[in-house]
């Protein structure tokens, strides 16, 4: 694989635009990018063929869980299938591998031990060893993958948070040692908590080893917004410029842009799941840098316009796309009656349909992104939202 | 279906070339009410389907759903399942409601029996059923947008359904229906029924057997002369991890699935069998909504294979090798059960290539 950055911001700030050239996808991945979330390698409802409709390169790019694997298939099945391509039937896209998932994947600190870390899981509480987790990275053969982390929350003993950067570095040494491709295809994993110092500790210590990349953990665990920024600083201080940073944990867009703020390059999300199965769909403006959002009024419906709940009714007789002009295939062919008649019958086909429209509106908004970017804009962008999203709270409401 | 079949798109529906979709009645003018469709501007542009569309009267799910359903000459009454007030469905709401949901296809209201009832309840549903399609017909507003069929009732006996079959005939209907099967008689006298009902409408008109159904079940009507189907049972049997294959059906949940490499169907050429093992469905079924989407729509695409097969043999003029091949498929052993080998008799179609002959000699 190969990344390199072709743009940075400039001017003390650190968000940076990238290219990602990996695996057969034809066209590099432009970076800041996200990470679709799957269950067992497939987005939760959009089959390939609707997968297909989204936009190309940028639905191409999928996070997995080795874990989700954990009954079934054995490797040794999916190593005779030939891999997670072969498996899915999705050779164009590029897979990357790291156990946490934050839906059915996720740190279990107290059980995790200096063997491996532990996982809640579908199947229970499991721990994973490196040398286990190898056999299931060397099955899948992920374009990319994370090494072995232990994620501990924000509010972990001194003690306990040094042992977690420890074990980090130790598994990174399994991994790197257990690795036929020596590296090649690695995000060394990088924790440490609230602390300042044991995530600069962490980050230099990975940043000495032989990896491709760099997979931040241990965010989204309980630490506040306000105190991220230091702590990712804190992280990317010791980090060569040149090389690829991936993060777990940051899934609002609000979150999204503190890490693009610090100049991460791929997010894992799980914002499109938890919107499509409470039966909301984005609706936030895009054009942000253009149009002046500080004006956008609070309508009654109870939504804050960065989405609708299409459950409520009055969209019964709403025969107007979910978004004017959006060329998702569900705007294209489907009203807001019909997406809240399904919810009302509880047929799956309403979650297919909102997991499209989610994921191709999420992912044009890292696209503009990525445009503030190359156009020297990041930070307006970034504060533009922000004040967008904050203008429905701080504007006056009328006392009865 | 309420407004979708389960867990495809209109575009994937197209892909594996379905060309008409079964509304019920009964739940859309529940949810979102026939009102709101006709609001709206119809079933076909709330769904945005551009095919075609055929409802059902909403008796059936009445009757079978609901608490103290009971049937008088003026309709059929139950307790609204929303408040519990007692309701009243006529000939003429059942077919108002279908005019506003605006189907392409629209069914008369019946008055249908079990197959396992016996006395004079069949004869007065027969006679009722004959009484009530001239009420629809008065009430049908659409008849140039929308074809009404009738439906043909009667139980098992066969001079009740010859009665029916002729009072529909005599109202020239745009199609006809085989009404009350499927409700618990043995598969001899389903095919009979099929049989001798499809022997009395016309030639040129619509033959639609209701309810039905399993692969078999269909090969064997399309035998006996009949053109339309309807069942939930590919999308509802692929919830519970089941495939139809040639052989029959394929349980994907089994452990042996686990490490089998194979498609679900090797000659099969859908989407989903070009694409995964079953090693890979059987991770996902009953535990992922992706598992039981991929598995409806390879299911789906089967039944339309099947019909294409079964539209094109006849075309071709080889059906009976059609007939033989799906057979020998089903019925490696040659054990085809004896009803279905008494039903290709007397369809005409011989089989005894693929049958082990049965030893006795009952008729």
Redesign the interface.
Known sequence: MRFVVTKACGGGGRARAGALYVGSCPTPIETPALLLFT??G????I????LASLPSPDSRLLHVSPLH?L????P??IS??GGLHQ???LHECIFVAAPRDSIESLPESEGTNKLGPSFET?CGRRLVKPKEYMEMISSLKPNLWASLADEVPAWVSEKRNKTSVDRTLHWLDDCLALDPAGGANILGAIVGGSSIEERKRCATKVAMQNVSGFWIGGFGLGESMEERPALLNSVMDSLPEKKLRQISGLSLPEEVLQGVAAGIDLFESTYIYHLTLGGFALTFPLDIVERDIMHSQLSDTGSDCTKINLRATIY??D?TPIVENCSC?TCQ???R??I???L??H???A???LEIHNTHHYLAFFHSIREAIKGGKFDLFHRRFIDGRRAHVTSAVPCS | M???I???????LE?IGCQIILGNTY?LAL??GAD?ID??GGLHK???WKRALLTDSGGFQMVSLLHLADITEKGVTFQSPVDGKPMLLTPEESIQIQNKIGADIIMALDDVVKTTTTGPRVEEAMYRTLRWIDRCIAAHQKPDVQNLFGIVQGGLDPVLRDICARGLVERNLAGYAIGGLLGGEDKDSFWRVVAQCAAALPENKPRYVMGVGYPLDIVVCSALGADMYDCVYPTRTARFGTALVPEGVLKLKHKVM??D?RPIDPTCSC?VC????R??I???VT????G???LS?HNLSYMMRLSRDLHMSIVEGCFPQFVQGFLRAQFPKGDVPKWVCNAMEVAGIDISACCVLHPSSQN
Not at chain 1, 47 to 50: E, F, K, N, P, V
Not at chain 2, 6 to 12: D, R
């Open positions: 269950k067992k497939l987005p939760t409802f089959s390939r063929d609707l694997f009954e079934c298939p054995l040794r099945t005779n299938i498996m899915l039937g579908p019964r007789k025969t295939f062919n489907h009203t009656a019909y809240n008649h399904l009302n019958v047929e799956m086909l979650q297919i349909l | 309420i407004g979708t389960k867990g495809l798109t209109n575009n994937q892909d739940h949810r979102p709101l609001d709206l709330f769904m945005n686990a490490s490499e989407m070009k694409n995964y093992t090693a890979y059987h991770c996902l535990k992922d909504a992706m039981s989407q991929l729509y």
